[in-house]
C-alpha cells in the first residue's frame, strides 16, 4: 500500500530558529502533497497544498512567509517553520495521494514540534 | 462553510461491548466521506471512504455506514486494541483531493 514517510519525527529548537520537515512518498508519485497541521486536543486543519515544480499553495490565514513549502521531486515536499516560536509549537503532518490510484489520502507519522 | 462534528467526544467500552460513533456533516456537495484511526503521537490511518447515501462498508469490527446528513462507525465486540481516536473528515466537491474538513474525533477506549 502507499507509505508517506516524515522525518524527523520530533525536533526541539529554539525561539527564532528555523526548522525543515520532510515528507517523502515511498512507493509511489505524489504530484501534490498536503500539510496539515494538529495542535493538542483539536482536529487536522490543513495549512496547504504543495505542488510539485510550481509554488504551493497556503489556507486563509496561514503565513506563506512563515512556512516554507518546497516540493523538489514526485516524491519528496519540505516544509521549513522560519523564526519560529512557541506557538508554532505543534504536530505538522503531510500526506499525499497517488498520481494514480484511489481517492485516498495516506498521511504520514507526523513531526512533532516543540519551539521553546 | 464546511463543518463536521463528531460526538460523543469520548467513549469508554467493555471489551465485547458493541457501540456506534456518530459524524454529523454540512457539506456545499459531499465528493467523500472518510473515517480514519489515530493512535497517539501517529498520523492518521485510512479506514473507509464513502460516496453516497446508503453505502456501507465493513472492516473486521467495524462497519461504517453513510446518510446524507451524518455517518456512523459501528464497532462491534470491541477488543482493547481497537481503542485509538476515530476521525471523520469530509471532502467537499469542487475542491482540492487532498482538502479534508476533519472533525474534533471521538476517543475510544476499550477496557478488558
Known amino acids: 500500500g502507499a507509505v508517506v514517510s516524515q522525518h524527523p519525527s520530533w525536533v526541539i529548537c529554539k525561539s527564532g530558529t528555523s526548522v525543515k520537515i520532510e515528507c517523502r512518498s515511498l512507493?509511489?508519485?505524489?504530484?501534490?502533497m498536503f500539510w496539515y497541521r494538529q495542535f493538542p486536543k483539536q482536529s487536522l486543519m490543513l495549512m496547504a497544498t504543495?505542488?510539485?515544480?510550481?509554488?504551493?499553495?497556503?489556507e486563509q490565514g496561514v503565513e506563506k512567509d512563515k512556512f516554507l513549502i518546497n516540493h523538489a521531486s514526485l516524491t519528496l515536499s519540505t516544509l521549513t517553520v522560519t523564526s519560529a516560536h512557541p506557538e508554532d509549537s505543534s504536530f505538522y503532518i503531510c500526506?499525499?495521494?497517488?498520481?494514480?490510484?484511489?481517492?485516498?489520502?495516506?498521511f504520514g507519522a507526523g513531526s512533532r514540534l516543540t519551539v521553546l | 462553510e464546511d463543518q463536521v462534528t463528531q460526538s460523543p467526544e469520548a467513549l469508554r467500552l467493555q471489551e465485547g461491548e458493541s457501540s456506534s460513533l456518530n459524524c454529523s456533516y454540512t457539506?456545499?456537495?459531499?465528493?467523500?466521506l472518510f473515517w480514519y484511526r489515530q493512535d497517539p503521537g501517529k498520523g492518521p490511518e485510512f479506514l473507509f471512504t464513502?460516496?453516497?447515501a446508503g453505502e456501507e462498508k465493513e472492516k473486521e469490527r467495524l462497519k461504517a455506514t453513510l446518510t446524507k446528513k451524518e455517518s456512523f462507525l459501528h464497532i462491534t465486540a470491541p477488543k482493547p486494541e481497537d481503542s485509538a481516536t476515530y476521525l471523520c473528515?469530509?471532502?467537499?466537491?469542487?475542491?482540492?483531493?487532498?482538502?479534508?474538513?476533519f472533525g474534533q474525533g471521538t476517543i475510544l477506549t476499550v477496557h478488558p
Open positions: 500526506s499525499a495521494r497517488p498520481n494514480s490510484g484511489a481517492n485516498v489520502l495516506t
Open positions: 512507493d509511489f508519485q505524489a504530484t501534490t
Open positions: 504543495s505542488n510539485e515544480g510550481s509554488k504551493a499553495t497556503y
Open positions: 457539506v456545499s456537495g459531499l465528493r467523500g
Open positions: 464513502l460516496y453516497s
Open positions: 473528515a469530509v471532502q467537499a466537491s469542487g475542491t482540492s483531493y487532498g482538502k479534508l474538513t
